[in-house]
């Protein structure tokens, strides 16, 4: 007999919730050892090596066209570039589908495309702008990302419009040519960007990641609490940013309900609850005035405290959880 690693998992969160007997588990352990068989050390150094190789491979293709920029004719690099994409394609249709090799190479494609991209905005100077290039190239990588139902696919799928967002809220006339980024409109795209993309893999997930898990969402979570943090701390300062409160106590309380009660996540519980304290914080420090000895005291115990009962009350869940996944 051979625990799977869901029922390892599921044996050791009813060990950690206190559901189970020493004696239990000590049968259960009896019955087949609770550490990884070879061949599941075997599937992640697997997924390891293919993945970080590509990696490896399409910042090695970068940086040869940077350093050989001058010594290298433009067709020589379009066809270098071309031959990376080509060969990455071939790599994909010669493995099995959905397999790490096809989602490692796939992941090669999209880096590839992005390379060629910007060899064609350098070679000929199309004057587009450098937003355009990175939208371009979050389309162009979109079917490979489909393909693939890879989460690293999708990270860089993500990391690439969130560039092309940010590239083109400055520079951009649809957006009336924002002077700076720190701006509550400019905050608020960003972040109204990275919450379309939480919703499309909460709904979506299983279809757009082969695997169940959730590393794209908390990406998007990221994307959409971290900019609402900057625009709430900065309206306990400044009048423009005020609205920026609203937004984040809203965002910050339906988040909460729907990571508490409905999905439970803990790492997006954890970031909203990290952010509220920093919010708090700031508004604290503006109504304290926090240059004195006491009121930069009273900020450090606050925050000592806050972080103290969240980290309890998410570990709290954490076992809750387990125990729960564990009995289900």
């Not at 339906?254 to 304290?277: C, F, H, K, M, P």
Request: hydrophobic share 60%.
């Amino acid at each position: 007999m051979r625990w799977t690693f869901a029922q390892r998992a599921q044996i050791l969160g009813l060990a950690e919730a206190a559901a189970l007997t020493p004696a239990q588990f000590g049968q259960a352990v009896a019955q087949a050892p609770m550490q990884p068989e070879p061949r599941e050390w075997l599937r992640t150094f697997d997924r390891l090596l293919a993945f970080g190789g590509a990696l490896l491979l399409g910042a090695a293709l970068v940086f040869f066209f940077a350093y050989n920029w001058d010594a290298l004719h433009r067709f020589a690099k379009f066809g270098l570039a071309a031959t990376a994409l080509v060969a990455c394609g071939l790599v994909a249709l010669w493995a099995r589908p959905r397999d790490v090799a096809f989602r490692a190479a796939l992941l090669g494609a999209c880096i590839a495309t992005g390379a060629l991209l910007a060899l064609i905005g350098q070679a000929y100077q199309t004057g587009a702008d450098v937003w355009e290039l990175f939208a371009a190239w979050a389309v162009l990588m979109l079917p490979f990302a489909l393909l693939s139902r890879s989460s690293a696919c999708w990270a860089l799928w993500l990391v690439v419009v969130n560039a092309a967002m940010l590239r083109a809220l400055p520079q951009s006339a649809v957006w009336g040519y924002i002077d700076s980024l720190f701006h509550l409109r400019s905050l608020l795209a960003i972040a109204g960007l990275n919450l379309l993309v939480l919703l499309m893999f909460e709904a979506f997930g299983r279809v757009l990641v082969g695997e169940p898990r959730r590393w794209i969402p908390r990406l998007a979570a990221i994307g959409v609490v971290a900019p609402l943090c900057v625009a709430a701390v900065a309206g306990w300062f400044e009048t423009a940013f005020r609205p920026g409160l609203v937004v984040f106590a809203a965002a910050a309380l339906v988040g909460a309900i729907v990571y508490r009660a409905l999905r439970q996540d803990i790492a997006i519980l954890a970031l909203l609850s990290y952010a509220t304290i920093a919010v708090l914080t700031a508004g604290l420090a503006e109504l304290l005035d926090g240059r004195s000895f006491l009121a930069l005291n009273g900020l450090g115990l606050f925050v000592i405290f806050t972080s103290a009962a969240a980290g309890l009350w998410l570990m709290r869940l954490h076992r809750e959880g387990r125990g729960e996944e564990a009995t289900s």
